[in-house]
């Protein structure tokens, strides 16, 4: 399943973490992405991604967007390898396109816009993976657009 650079359409964003997951929806028009829910990690894989595949049906999202945590060289650790692993499963179980976006940097952006609005630091892990997933699928939404965009438009 392909995705097609500037098709209309929501898109869900995904940051997998070990103990939450963070999500975040764009609107139909894939301009805007917003946080939308935290889920946290069950002892079942199959029942992670089965949530997930709700919420998928829920927002009639027709790509999913999972970010890729590479490291800052770019190169695929440990943590890069476990989410490629999850990916694979995504892609079976999801019946979507799911797609890869890098996500260096995003939590460090979740955090710095949570403290520009005078949260306090204790109460940014119960929202910094839902804002994580957010910036993941805003710099998605916003490198698809350029692409679909073209030299004439």
Do not use: C, K
């Amino acid at each position: 399943m392909n995705v097609v650079p500037g098709a209309p359409g929501r898109a869900l964003g995904v940051d997998l973490g070990s103990r939450r997951i963070g999500v975040a929806v764009s609107d139909d028009r894939r301009r805007v992405a917003t946080a939308l829910t935290v889920l946290a990690r069950t002892a079942s894989p199959d029942e992670d991604h089965a949530r997930l595949a709700n919420l998928v049906g829920e927002t009639g999202a027709n790509v999913v967007v999972v970010g890729l945590p590479l490291s800052l060289s770019g190169d695929h650790g440990p943590a890069a390898r476990a989410t490629e692993g999850e990916l694979a499963t995504l892609r079976r179980r999801l019946g979507v396109p799911v797609v890869a976006s890098d996500e260096r940097y995003t939590t460090f952006i979740a955090r710095r816009v949570l403290a520009s609005g005078g949260r306090r630091r204790a109460l940014h892990r119960e929202v910094v993976d839902h804002m994580a997933a957010a910036a993941i699928l805003q710099t998605w939404l916003d490198r698809e657009r350029a692409l679909g965009a073209g030299p004439s438009q």
